[in-house]
């Protein structure tokens, strides 16, 4: 089936930068993205979503980007937190296609390490 | 806002033993509850959906099945555990456009 996929298995970045994650998927019927932040030995957290009529969403410290051209979605964290240190998914839905809502196909997930 | 609660949170297990997971929700009615594995470094694979009580979806092929006995509660078994069933296996909860919301799920490790 159709995946979402992750160009960059690992990111470290140091405390105060900006972080940018990225993530493909290649279901052009998907029209609902979303970003989970999971640490260790804890469920996926919701970060932020998206829907296909926009292209640009903003939450607290966090902005995701959807460019529905090129089939790409990224997450930016500006100015990045140890507590930010944790594996980041991105994940797709085509809602309108019928499917439910919480019928996520997720990515691989990017591991992201914060030096202070 | 709803809480999830699962248990155990670790759980070691003999191949060929039966399993039961337990998922409870709180502070929502009538919710979609969603079983997830996730295994070691990899995404989460959707397992089963269920939009109502006794309503059950399976998404893949596989050693476990699901039930839903009542509107918060749903639970994730097998009759006889597999080496390749050992995972994180996470309860998650939806309703209307809202966000899925997880739980912190159970580690299975079949020996």
């Known amino acids: 089936g159709e995946s979402v996929g992750l160009h960059l298995p690992t990111l470290s970045v140091q405390e105060g930068d900006n972080s940018i994650i990225n993530c493909a998927y290649s279901?052009?019927?998907?029209?609902?993205f979303i970003w989970y932040k999971q640490e260790s030995g804890k469920g996926p957290q919701f970060i932020i979503d998206?829907?296909?009529?926009?292209d640009k969403r903003q939450g607290q410290r966090v902005t995701v980007l959807l460019n529905k051209t090129v089939k790409h979605l990224s997450l930016q964290i500006a100015a990045t937190q140890p507590g930010d240190s944790a594996v980041y998914f991105c994940?797709?839905?085509?809602?309108?296609?019928?499917?439910?809502?919480?019928?996520?196909?997720f990515g691989q997930g990017t591991i992201l390490t914060v030096h202070p | 806002s709803q809480t999830i609660h699962q248990w155990p949170a670790t759980l070691v297990q003999p191949v060929g033993s039966p399993l039961s997971l337990e998922c409870t929700v709180e502070?929502?009615?009538?919710?979609?509850l969603y079983w997830y594995r996730q295994a070691a470094g990899r995404g989460l694979q959707l397992l089963f959906y269920?939009?109502?009580?006794?309503?059950i979806s399976s998404e893949v092929p596989q050693n476990l099945s699901a039930s839903r006995p009542q509107d918060r509660q749903f639970i994730l078994s097998s009759k006889k555990l597999l080496l390749s069933d050992s995972g994180f296996y996470l309860c998650?909860?939806?309703?209307?456009?809202?966000?899925?919301?997880f739980g912190n799920g159970t580690r299975l490790t079949v020996t």
């Open positions: 502070g929502t009615s009538n919710p979609n």
């Open positions: 998650a909860c939806q309703r209307g456009l809202t966000p899925l919301h």
């Open positions: 279901n052009s019927a998907s029209d609902y």
């Open positions: 269920s939009v109502g009580i006794g309503q």
């Open positions: 998206i829907r296909s009529n926009m």
């Open positions: 994940a797709e839905n085509d809602y309108a296609g019928g499917t439910s809502y919480g019928k996520l196909t």
